[in-house]
């Protein structure tokens, strides 16, 4: 990987001076050309969570944010978004007796381009008692933050975040959920959901934070795919197709204060999301804490670039001529994976 850092540049223009006569019939020549364009009006905003009814509305009337939203590659008017959901907070049914709640993961749908939404809650939450709930990863955590969708091919939604206890060395995991949009709404919800992968997970002598994902299309080398999908009458279909990989990067916090550390991993998957690369390491070990990463792919070749911030390390001065330890926008470049 090739690691580059952003500085600032300052270039200077020179403008030259045509007499002002020139300049106004210029002008003039130019409207004449000029077409009235219609002032663009902004629809009506519109509640994405529905009602107050359990399970597909929020019944306390709680908060949702940190939003993340994908169009499906196969029909245009499916979305599903992400966002950090506190209707968990008051929901009873808690395990073991517990009065209060945590924040959990809310997944929305809209099958009319976002007019209307259907609201509920990633599986595994620790009320959910469904067998998509039970057989999830996710079931022992407390609670669930940062969520991020991606669209994949052929109707794939990839929706990563973490999961964690938030006791003091509470254990925590990176994970991908997986949605597919069957485009079948004669059939009901056309978006359905897969299941939930794992991708890296502390024992509680780290959290990890801030994940970012990303899916690139079926390159030369794709692999296949089989995704299964629970038809309305309780059966299984696989759907099979040519994989685009999908690329995962989180922050690995550990200590406090002044020694708190923060390294930036990197995980890739090559089928749909179902098993994922052992976790590599992309930050510089010799800076303190590296966080907040974003993804791009080169759509010509696949390149993969990742960026983040690197904060500046309280032993050194934050000079901005100094390359040591301080603030600055950090990005690597990978062509391999």
């Not at 223009?13 to 002008?27: F, K």
């Not at 990890?208 to 299964?228: E, F, N, S, V």
């Not at 907040?292 to 670039?305: H, K, L, N």
Request: glycine share 10%.
């Amino acid at each position: 990987m090739d690691f580059w850092h952003f500085s600032q540049k300052h270039n200077a223009y020179r403008v030259s001076r045509a007499p002002l006569g020139a300049l106004l019939g210029a002008c003039v020549g130019v409207c004449l050309f000029c077409v009235p364009v219609n002032a663009q009006i902004p629809a009506r905003n519109v509640n994405m969570v529905s009602g107050t009814q359990w399970p597909g509305g929020d019944p306390f009337l709680q908060r949702q944010n940190e939003p993340s939203v994908a169009v499906s590659t196969r029909n245009p008017l499916h979305l599903l978004a992400g966002a950090n959901d506190y209707r968990t907070v008051d929901l009873p049914g808690l395990p073991g007796g517990k009065v209060t709640g945590d924040a959990w993961l809310g997944a929305f749908k809209t099958i009319d381009s976002g007019q209307t939404w259907f609201s509920l809650l990633l599986p595994g939450y620790p009320q959910d008692n469904s067998p998509d709930g039970l057989a999830s990863p996710l079931k022992r955590f407390d609670a669930a933050a940062d969520p991020t969708v991606r669209a994949g091919t052929n109707g794939l939604f990839y929706y990563s975040g973490i999961a964690f206890n938030r006791a003091a060395q509470g254990a925590s995991v990176a994970f991908v959920a997986r949605y597919i949009d069957n485009n079948n709404q004669e059939n009901g919800d056309p978006i359905g959901y897969v299941g939930t992968s794992v991708v890296a997970k502390s024992d509680g002598s780290a959290f990890l934070d801030k994940p970012w994902i990303a899916a690139d299309i079926p390159r030369d080398d794709a692999k296949m795919c089989g995704i299964p999908s629970r038809q309305p009458d309780g059966s299984i279909k696989v759907q099979s197709f040519r994989a685009g990989n999908v690329y995962l990067a989180y922050s690995v916090l550990s200590g406090s204060g002044t020694s708190q550390r923060g390294q930036l991993m990197f995980s890739h998957s090559r089928d749909c999301g179902v098993t994922w690369s052992k976790p590599v390491q992309i930050s510089r070990s010799s800076d303190r804490i590296n966080q907040g990463a974003v993804i791009a792919i080169s759509p010509e070749d696949g390149t993969v670039y990742v960026a983040w911030r690197r904060f500046a390390s309280p032993a050194v001065p934050n000079d901005k001529n100094s390359q040591a330890q301080s603030d600055a926008i950090l990005v690597v470049r990978s062509k391999d994976e």
